[in-house]
């Protein structure tokens, strides 16, 4: 598709011919799906984002795109545009396989991807080589397999989590197990193997060695250091799934987590597990791979608890962060994200400018603590750069901030 046609601006839904995604009819003007004889009515603006992503042919539609197309350019929250994701992904799921996938490009924006061909109208059976391919001709094909194949790559480069993004070749691989859910629940089986689709893709994007496995009986049998098992369930009106990251060798919980969300709310917590497990294991791995001895599973599961709380701004960052330099008090790290905490506390506290000026001390022997036991400690740089109560230290902070970066360019969050 040319440029020109990809600026295309509101969706007319009236106006829109029905099309195939592999075993689905999509009627626009309608906002019908049909699978199998069965008729699904959707929204008119999941329709839109539908149509939208289908028109692109296989090529990546920005956020911005969407909003102009199907928003009419409104100001919308970026939560209303992944409600809208989420629900089209869920259109894929009306026929089994999957018809089609949604792929998230982290930073740019949503991609269409074409699982299945459609089969030929019974009609006129068309049996040739170009009958199959579900989108444009065969050289439109092979770019949307090259453009995939592009969009795995910038996926895997791209880092999107709070401290920085995947390690180095010391990252271990993860093994995703089966997630539980009450066999008689059809649509928290469902749940649960989104949960884990959604975390093996957030893993895998990001860098890390991810394989879904069905044996979940000897853990130690893996091949993988470590392990994610989840469940999803519902407790009067809320859909929870709770997650947990072990050690593959000895079966031993290191981390764990609970996501939950009002029924009327629930699309989405699959992404918002997906992606918050990613990115607390992601801040966990890069720290320890920086250590300069090596770390235990006692204190590899402190640290995956301190990136949870010092990730979420939770309350009990600053005791989470204790806890780890009272059980690794050489590892670099956990002064830096102690002094981190810290200042993410004294941040909050604008309006008592003399309790965040009391933590600046605090904060200042954390960082001096971390950079003495490793120099190249980038998250104890970005520390200093967080602006401590009333203290703007615009310089100080720019050029701590510069430190954090020349040392880990990936450091998104300096």
């Given at each position: 598709?040319?440029a020109?046609?990809l600026?295309?601006?509101?969706?007319?839904?009236?106006?829109?011919?029905?099309?195939?995604?592999?075993?689905?009819?999509?009627?626009?003007?309608?906002?019908?799906?049909v699978?199998?004889g069965?008729e699904?009515?959707?929204?008119?603006r999941?329709?839109?984002?539908l149509?939208?992503?289908?028109?692109?042919?296989?090529q990546t539609?920005?956020?911005?795109?969407?909003?102009?197309?199907?928003?009419?350019?409104?100001?919308?929250?970026?939560?209303?545009?992944?409600?809208?994701?989420?629900?089209?992904r869920?259109?894929?799921?009306?026929?089994?396989?999957?018809?089609?996938?949604?792929?998230?490009?982290?930073?740019?924006?949503?991609?269409?991807?074409?699982?299945?061909?459609?089969?030929?109208?019974?009609?006129?059976?068309?049996?040739?080589?170009?009958?199959?391919?579900?989108?444009?001709?065969?050289?439109?094909r092979?770019?949307?397999?090259?453009?995939a194949?592009?969009?795995?790559?910038?996926?895997?480069?791209?880092?999107?989590?709070?401290?920085?993004?995947?390690?180095?070749?010391?990252?271990?691989?993860?093994?995703?197990?089966?997630?539980?859910?009450?066999?008689a629940?059809?649509?928290?089986?469902?749940?649960?193997?989104?949960?884990?689709?959604?975390?093996?893709?957030?893993?895998?994007?990001?860098?890390?060695?991810?394989?879904?496995?069905e044996?979940?009986?000897?853990?130690?049998?893996?091949?993988?250091?470590?392990?994610?098992?989840?469940?999803?369930?519902?407790?009067?009106?809320?859909y929870?799934?709770?997650?947990?990251?072990?050690?593959?060798?000895?079966?031993?919980v290191?981390?764990?987590?609970?996501?939950?969300?009002?029924?009327?709310?629930?699309?989405?917590?699959?992404?918002?597990?997906g992606?918050?497990?990613?990115?607390?294991?992601g801040?966990?791995?890069?720290?320890?791979?920086?250590?300069?001895?090596a770390?235990?599973?006692?204190?590899?599961?402190?640290?995956?608890?301190?990136?949870?709380?010092?990730?979420?701004?939770a309350?009990?960052?600053?005791?989470a962060?204790?806890?780890?330099?009272?059980?690794?008090?050489?590892?670099?790290?956990?002064?830096?994200?102690?002094?981190?905490a810290?200042?993410?506390?004294?941040?909050?506290?604008?309006?008592?400018?003399?309790?965040?000026?009391?933590?600046?001390?605090?904060?200042?022997?954390?960082?001096?603590?971390?950079?003495?036991?490793?120099?190249n400690?980038?998250l104890?740089?970005?520390?200093?750069?967080v602006?401590?109560?009333?203290?703007?230290?615009?310089?100080?902070?720019?050029?701590?901030?510069?430190?954090?970066?020349?040392i880990?360019?990936?450091?998104?969050?300096?």
């Amino acid at each position: 598709m040319s440029a020109e046609e990809l600026r295309e601006t509101k969706i007319d839904l009236a106006g829109e011919s029905d099309f195939r995604l592999g075993a689905l009819l999509i009627r626009p003007s309608t906002c019908q799906v049909v699978s199998s004889g069965a008729e699904e009515r959707v929204e008119p603006r999941v329709m839109e984002v539908l149509v939208t992503l289908y028109r692109a042919q296989g090529q990546t539609v920005t956020r911005d795109r969407l909003v102009d197309a199907c928003w009419d350019g409104r100001i919308v929250s970026d939560d209303a545009v992944t409600r809208a994701i989420a629900k089209v992904r869920q259109l894929a799921r009306s026929s089994d396989p999957p018809a089609f996938s949604v792929e998230t490009i982290p930073r740019v924006g949503f991609r269409l991807a074409i699982e299945f061909a459609p089969p030929p109208p019974a009609s006129s059976p068309d049996t040739s080589p170009a009958a199959a391919l579900p989108i444009g001709t065969p050289h439109k094909r092979r770019a949307m397999i090259v453009g995939a194949a592009a969009a795995a790559v910038c996926a895997v480069l791209t880092i999107y989590w709070a401290f920085g993004g995947f390690g180095t070749s010391q990252v271990p691989g993860v093994a995703v197990l089966p997630f539980a859910a009450p066999q008689a629940d059809t649509e928290l089986l469902q749940l649960s193997n989104r949960a884990r689709d959604g975390i093996a893709r957030h893993l895998a994007a990001s860098g890390v060695s991810t394989v879904l496995t069905e044996d979940s009986s000897r853990p130690q049998t893996l091949r993988s250091e470590l392990r994610v098992t989840g469940r999803a369930d519902k407790q009067g009106d809320k859909y929870l799934i709770a997650g947990a990251i072990g050690d593959s060798a000895t079966g031993l919980v290191l981390w764990s987590g609970t996501w939950d969300r009002p029924a009327a709310d629930v699309v989405g917590i699959d992404e918002e597990f997906g992606r918050s497990l990613s990115r607390i294991l992601g801040c966990a791995l890069r720290e320890r791979n920086t250590a300069r001895a090596a770390v235990s599973l006692e204190v590899f599961s402190l640290l995956l608890n301190a990136c949870d709380a010092v990730g979420r701004e939770a309350s009990n960052a600053v005791d989470a962060t204790r806890r780890l330099i009272g059980a690794a008090p050489t590892l670099a790290s956990a002064h830096a994200l102690h002094a981190f905490a810290l200042a993410i506390h004294a941040h909050q506290l604008d309006h008592l400018s003399e309790e965040a000026a009391a933590l600046t001390k605090e904060i200042r022997a954390s960082v001096a603590r971390a950079l003495a036991l490793n120099p190249n400690a980038a998250l104890a740089h970005v520390a200093l750069g967080v602006r401590i109560g009333t203290e703007a230290r615009y310089t100080e902070r720019e050029t701590n901030l510069r430190r954090a970066l020349e040392i880990d360019p990936s450091r998104v969050v300096a």
